[in-house]
């Protein structure tokens, strides 16, 4: 497990985090269709937190895209970088997101958030941040649609309907289990929405999160109660607050 510290010169205000994503969401690359699904590498990342004890830990899980076997795993454990605020919570997450995801032992592939890329108030959630700084391909899928409407996707796997910002296509809600609620996909950097959807249901043979996220989340939940000292199964705080506006 890797141990991080606050990055020297990391923004510590609504207004400097602010100016930081208006520089690097210019560099957002939209005009790439991304790797092909199923094939190379593909990589999960999460994070859990004790809000109390001012810890954040991240796991970054990386999976053969074609059998979604696991072909290494890394985790990092720091202080909470920026304070909760509703639309930067890239901020909280990023440096010890960055450190797991730097011990891997092997390149990384695409990336898959828990969370949004342009499907943000911004244009610019967690999977866009993470994306330019790494300069790899990344994508977001939440679960929820944090501000955004759409219209319900029919309710066969596979079925998705626009999420809409006004008049802007910002991500979609996918359907990735018949019947059950849908995931809300966005594109980060250097992928397409078609190619996002279609990883996404390649990630989901049999249930509604994919496999990168299922994986890379029990993996940070570990790391943070290793780095309390807790045994398996104890009961620590984990994620940032919930809420709508709660998505990163």
Same mark, same amino acid.
């Not at 899928?141 to 759409?150: E, G, L, Q, S, W």
């Given at each position: 497990?890797?141990?991080?510290?606050?990055?020297?010169?990391?923004?510590?205000?609504?207004?400097?985090?602010?100016?930081?994503?208006?520089?690097?969401?210019?560099?957002?690359?939209?005009?790439?269709?991304?790797?092909?699904?199923?094939?190379?590498?593909?990589?999960?990342?999460?994070? /859990?937190?004790?809000?109390?004890?001012? =810890?954040?830990?991240?796991?970054?899980?990386?999976?053969?895209?074609?059998?979604?076997?696991?072909?290494?795993?890394?985790?990092?454990?720091?202080?909470?970088?920026?304070?909760?605020?509703?639309?930067?919570?890239?901020?909280?997450?990023?440096?010890?997101?960055?450190?797991? =995801?730097?011990?891997?032992?092997?390149?990384?592939?695409?990336?898959?958030?828990?969370?949004?890329?342009?499907?943000?108030?911004?244009?610019?959630?967690?999977?866009?941040? =993470?994306?330019?700084?790494?300069?790899?391909?990344?994508?977001?899928?939440?679960?929820?649609?944090?501000?955004?409407?759409?219209?319900?996707?029919?309710?066969?796997?596979?079925?998705?309907?626009?999420?809409? /910002?006004?008049?802007?296509?910002?991500?979609?809600?996918?359907?990735?289990?018949?019947?059950?609620?849908?995931?809300?996909?966005?594109?980060?950097?250097?992928?397409?929405?078609?190619?996002?959807?279609?990883?996404?249901?390649?990630?989901?043979?049999?249930?509604?999160?994919?496999?990168?996220?299922?994986?890379?989340?029990?993996?940070?939940?570990?790391?943070?109660?290793?780095?309390?000292?807790?045994?398996?199964?104890?009961?620590?705080?984990?994620? /940032?607050?919930?809420?709508?506006?709660?998505?990163?």
């Amino acid at each position: 497990m890797t141990t991080v510290d606050i990055p020297a010169g990391w923004p510590a205000t609504e207004e400097q985090a602010r100016a930081v994503q208006d520089e690097l969401r210019a560099r957002v690359v939209l005009d790439q269709p991304g790797p092909p699904p199923g094939s190379g590498r593909v990589t999960g990342v999460d994070v /859990a937190y004790d809000d109390e004890r001012d =810890l954040v830990a991240a796991a970054a899980v990386v999976l053969d895209a074609a059998s979604l076997d696991v072909v290494a795993e890394a985790t990092a454990v720091g202080r909470i970088s920026f304070p909760y605020v509703p639309g930067l919570l890239a901020f909280r997450e990023i440096p010890t997101v960055l450190a797991a =995801l730097a011990a891997l032992p092997v390149p990384p592939g695409l990336i898959v958030c828990d969370g949004y890329g342009l499907a943000h108030p911004r244009r610019f959630g967690l999977a866009s941040h =993470l994306g330019v700084l790494t300069g790899l391909p990344t994508i977001g899928v939440a679960k929820n649609p944090f501000t955004f409407t759409y219209d319900m996707p029919g309710t066969p796997r596979g079925a998705s309907a626009p999420l809409m /910002a006004g008049t802007e296509e910002v991500g979609r809600a996918l359907r990735t289990r018949a019947g059950v609620k849908p995931v809300y996909v966005s594109v980060g950097h250097r992928v397409s929405l078609d190619t996002a959807c279609a990883h996404t249901l390649a990630l989901t043979p049999a249930y509604r999160l994919p496999e990168t996220t299922r994986r890379a989340d029990a993996l940070c939940r570990e790391a943070l109660q290793e780095a309390l000292g807790e045994a398996p199964g104890e009961s620590v705080t984990r994620h /940032a607050p919930t809420s709508q506006y709660s998505e990163s």
